[in-house]
């Protein structure tokens, strides 16, 4: 056990510090390196040192699949209520230990901690889901085809599932994962993202506790520098039959790409570029409050964030009175301090990204008219909260994800206009719609090119419903009864000469 450096910021010490791990978890032992090779991580908040962990090649990335290959049919020849037995005890034990896993999410993200403390219980809604999705995996008996053959279909897990999970969500996009596979009755290999490893291993030293088999988990932790090697280590695996990716669609062709070789099972769920569409028809102080929780939690970066404000003329200008009124009173600072609701980028490309997105806004005639720098008084790495409005569709904003507190407003005339402008992107994860006019409602629903769709209402994620996205958002849902498809394969049996 060690200390993750907390670095007195006036934070309640964690309870339990064996939650507290900085080493790889394989085959149920904590490991370092085979290189021994270590990698720090900071705090974005002061980009000081929290610890530094395993940095990770292809040689431990073997090591951590064969004994995920190996454990594998031992966790599979479980009943269903067995394995759901141990995923609810996870739950409990994650739920148990919430306001310390929400620390470690604050401290290695960034995010404030009432909003990381939410991530947990959301995260944890997803063992829940699933260990009760568990008992629920049912077959199918077939009409026959002649009198001596009864035709029956059953599901099987997939095998061996790697998961590489994103920084923005260190713990929950960890569960969203790791739950379904192991309902399934899959082991797993995750690589959590070289920027929050902690919350991916306080959450496996849970499952250990909750009696998930050695061999069944596996973390492997690695740095920037070898996280494309062990991404190509995990899709070219012959011994692993699935990828599940959340983070950029960048890397995620990359790794679609690698898999083509094995020709694995694919889940990627990967950038965005939602709109919030604001018809006239709309009740705007509701339509604004929801605007300022969808696009400026976690600071902006989440891939479900309105990355395009689209309103309507009519309310146009009443619209961003009401944001303006709601992103001034936006507390930013520490995400340890009581009262913040507005933490750090993750770091410095990230703040360059976002300066870059304003610049280009400005330049090409959008109206600055709040924030638009950093917040030097907190640190490097905040950006102040920020509303441009005159967007076009020329500017870099209205093209690509901006991950950060800056919101772009573009003025549409006509309710066509707003459904071809939310159209015009590569992208199709989340969209927002507000309006009272039902028939609107329906036709820009079924209207948008989008996996999800808000109807008055900014908070859409909940373990129930099936999250993912069309285009080049990816493929594959997570949450939902639909979750559990993606880790199995589907088995047809015929009995024939049955007399």
């Given at each position: 056990t060690m200390a993750l450096n907390f670095l007195g910021r006036g934070v309640p010490a964690v309870a339990r510090t064996q939650l507290l791990k900085n080493k790889a978890w394989i085959a149920g032992q904590w490991r370092d390196a085979i290189s021994a090779k270590l990698y720090p991580v900071y705090n974005p908040s002061n980009q000081q040192l929290i610890a530094e962990v395993p940095d990770m090649g292809e040689e431990d990335v073997a090591m951590a699949v064969r004994e995920a290959y190996t454990a594998q049919k031992g966790w599979a020849a479980l009943t269903a209520k067995e394995?759901?037995?141990?995923?609810?005890?996870?739950?409990?034990?994650?739920?148990?230990?919430?306001?310390?896993?929400?620390?470690?999410?604050?401290?290695?993200?960034?995010?404030?901690?009432?909003?990381?403390?939410?991530?947990?219980?959301?995260?944890?809604?997803?063992?829940?889901?699933?260990?009760?999705?568990?008992?629920?995996?049912?077959?199918?008996?077939?009409?026959?085809?002649?009198?001596?053959?009864?035709?029956?279909?059953?599901?099987?897990?997939?095998?061996?599932?790697?998961?590489?999970?994103?920084?923005?969500?260190?713990?929950?996009?960890?569960?969203?994962?790791?739950?379904?596979?192991?309902?399934?009755?899959?082991?797993?290999?995750?690589?959590?993202?070289?920027?929050?490893?902690?919350?991916?291993?306080?959450?496996?030293?849970?499952?250990?506790?909750?009696?998930?088999?050695?061999?069944?988990?596996?973390?492997?932790?690695?740095?920037?520098?070898?996280?494309?090697?062990?991404?190509?280590?995990?899709?070219?695996?012959?011994?692993?039959?699935?990828?599940?990716?959340?983070?950029?669609?960048?890397?995620?062709?990359?790794?679609?790409?690698?898999?083509?070789?094995?020709?694995?099972?694919l889940s990627l769920e990967l950038g965005g570029n939602a709109p919030f569409i604001v018809f006239n028809s709309a009740d705007i102080p509701l339509a604004a409050k929801h605007a300022v929780f969808t696009k400026y939690r976690n600071a902006g970066q989440t891939c479900i964030c309105t990355n395009r404000l689209l309103v309507q003329s009519g309310v146009h200008d009443q619209f961003v009175e009401e944001m303006v009124r709601a992103v001034r009173a936006l507390k930013q600072g520490d995400p340890f301090t009581e009262g913040v609701n507005l933490g750090p980028l993750i770091n410095e490309p990230a703040v360059k990204k976002v300066e870059l997105h304003v610049a280009d806004a400005v330049k090409k005639g959008g109206s600055l008219i709040v924030g638009g720098k950093r917040n030097t008084s907190l640190g490097g790495t905040f950006f102040e909260?920020?509303?441009?409005?005159?967007?076009?569709?020329?500017?870099?904003?209205?093209?690509?994800?901006?991950?950060?507190?800056?919101?772009?407003?573009?003025?549409?005339?006509?309710?066509?206009?707003?459904?071809?402008?939310?159209?015009?992107?590569?992208?199709?994860?989340?969209?927002?719609?507000?309006?009272?006019?039902?028939?609107?409602?329906?036709?820009?629903?079924?209207?948008?090119?989008?996996?999800?769709?808000?109807?008055?209402?900014?908070?859409?994620?909940?373990?129930?419903?099936?999250?993912?996205?069309?285009?080049?958002?990816?493929?594959?849902?997570?949450?939902?009864?639909?979750?559990?498809?993606?880790?199995?394969?589907?088995?047809?049996?015929?009995?024939?000469?049955?007399?």
């Amino acid at each position: 056990t060690m200390a993750l450096n907390f670095l007195g910021r006036g934070v309640p010490a964690v309870a339990r510090t064996q939650l507290l791990k900085n080493k790889a978890w394989i085959a149920g032992q904590w490991r370092d390196a085979i290189s021994a090779k270590l990698y720090p991580v900071y705090n974005p908040s002061n980009q000081q040192l929290i610890a530094e962990v395993p940095d990770m090649g292809e040689e431990d990335v073997a090591m951590a699949v064969r004994e995920a290959y190996t454990a594998q049919k031992g966790w599979a020849a479980l009943t269903a209520k067995e394995r759901s037995g141990v995923l609810r005890r996870w739950f409990n034990l994650i739920t148990q230990n919430t306001d310390d896993l929400a620390k470690i999410v604050s401290l290695e993200c960034g995010k404030p901690l009432a909003e990381a403390t939410l991530e947990i219980k959301y995260g944890a809604s997803f063992v829940e889901w699933f260990a009760e999705e568990a008992k629920r995996v049912y077959g199918d008996i077939v009409p026959t085809s002649a009198k001596d053959r009864r035709l029956l279909v059953i599901k099987q897990p997939v095998g061996v599932a790697a998961l590489i999970t994103p920084w923005n969500f260190p713990s929950a996009m960890v569960t969203r994962k790791v739950a379904p596979a192991l309902a399934a009755g899959c082991s797993t290999v995750i690589k959590p993202s070289e920027e929050t490893p902690f919350s991916t291993l306080a959450l496996v030293e849970l499952a250990h506790q909750a009696g998930v088999p050695p061999g069944v988990l596996n973390v492997v932790t690695c740095s920037r520098q070898s996280v494309a090697r062990v991404g190509e280590s995990l899709s070219k695996s012959q011994l692993v039959s699935k990828l599940s990716f959340t983070g950029s669609t960048h890397v995620g062709k990359l790794l679609m790409a690698q898999c083509a070789d094995s020709i694995k099972r694919l889940s990627l769920e990967l950038g965005g570029n939602a709109p919030f569409i604001v018809f006239n028809s709309a009740d705007i102080p509701l339509a604004a409050k929801h605007a300022v929780f969808t696009k400026y939690r976690n600071a902006g970066q989440t891939c479900i964030c309105t990355n395009r404000l689209l309103v309507q003329s009519g309310v146009h200008d009443q619209f961003v009175e009401e944001m303006v009124r709601a992103v001034r009173a936006l507390k930013q600072g520490d995400p340890f301090t009581e009262g913040v609701n507005l933490g750090p980028l993750i770091n410095e490309p990230a703040v360059k990204k976002v300066e870059l997105h304003v610049a280009d806004a400005v330049k090409k005639g959008g109206s600055l008219i709040v924030g638009g720098k950093r917040n030097t008084s907190l640190g490097g790495t905040f950006f102040e909260p920020s509303i441009v409005t005159g967007i076009t569709t020329e500017m870099m904003m209205s093209q690509h994800e901006i991950f950060g507190p800056v919101a772009g407003i573009i003025k549409f005339q006509e309710e066509e206009e707003a459904i071809a402008l939310a159209n015009s992107t590569r992208y199709g994860l989340a969209s927002y719609v507000f309006s009272r006019d039902i028939g609107q409602v329906w036709r820009t629903s079924e209207g948008l090119e989008f996996g999800m769709v808000g109807v008055n209402e900014g908070g859409i994620s909940t373990e129930m419903t099936p999250f993912g996205g069309v285009k080049e958002s990816g493929f594959g849902r997570e949450g939902s009864r639909y979750g559990l498809d993606e880790y199995q394969y589907i088995k047809y049996i015929c009995m024939g000469n049955i007399k």
